[in-house]
């Protein structure tokens, strides 16, 4: 984890040079952009393990370039912004940021984060290795090895988190899961983000595989409690 290469996206030098600083003496390699654009130029071209985000950039936002990001991998985003605005933190959980953090915080609290959230990815990776079974459910296939899923002869790639979630789901067709544990078999038990997380990862999961997502007929939800995918009668 500390070989882990991060990417800073953040205007201000001063922030933008003390967490190059505190990043690169807790060992990890540090690359860092003042621009929007400039930042998605490094991703393309080095590419990274996690991308700290600012959300405020002149030129193209940190939303635009979150955007760019997650279209193109399933990389971590921890957004950062100045702006203790409860919006503001609506519109990063609502774009599926892994983790939110106001400015100022302290580097302390910084570094446990950026630990954290690459710990909970690669446990994303190690759990999915260790079920190599294919899993049947619903008219969908599901592919631990490949993370993918078939359904109506078309296979689709999903990222780790989502295939994670669909695959907790499908092995346990009928059963309803408490959100608690859901959580803490996917994103792992030392997560302490927003846990709205996992209501914006159900909704892409939805927009995937139910004819009409505005009303699942298989992943429901049981209010109070959790999830659960319900084969169809």
């Given amino acids: 984890m500390s070989e882990a290469h991060i990417l800073i996206v953040e205007d201000e030098e001063s922030y933008r040079d003390s967490l190059k600083y505190l990043l690169t003496r807790e060992g990890f ?3 860092t952009a003042d621009t929007g654009t400039r930042g998605v130029e490094l991703f393309q071209r080095e590419g990274a393990d996690l991308v700290l985000l600012d959300l405020m950039l002149p030129g193209l936002s940190g939303t635009e370039v979150f955007r760019v990001i997650k279209d193109r991998s399933d990389v971590p985003v921890i957004m950062v912004t100045a702006k203790d605005d409860q919006v503001d933190k609506i519109i990063g959980l609502e774009l599926g940021a892994d983790d939110y953090v106001t400015k100022p915080y302290s580097g302390r609290e ?8 690459l710990k909970r990815t690669a446990a994303v990776y190690d759990a999915i290795g260790d079920e190599p079974t294919r899993v049947t459910v619903a008219g969908l296939t599901i592919d631990p090895e490949r993370l993918t899923m078939q359904r ?3 296979t689709t790639s999903l990222p780790p988190k989502e295939f994670g979630l669909l695959l907790l789901l499908a092995q346990n067709a009928g059963r309803v899961l408490p959100r608690q544990v859901i959580i803490d078999r996917v994103w792992g038990a030392d997560y302490y983000g927003d846990t709205k997380t996992l209501d914006v990862h159900i ?7 139910e004819a009409d997502p505005h009303h699942p007929m298989l992943i429901q939800t049981v209010r109070g409690v959790g999830y659960t995918l319900e084969p169809p009668v």
């Fill in 29 to 31: 390699t540090v690359s």
């Fill in 110 to 117: 910084l570094v446990a984060r950026v630990r954290s959230v």
């Fill in 152 to 154: 109506d002869g078309q």
């Fill in 203 to 209: 909704k892409r999961l939805r927009a995937r595989i």
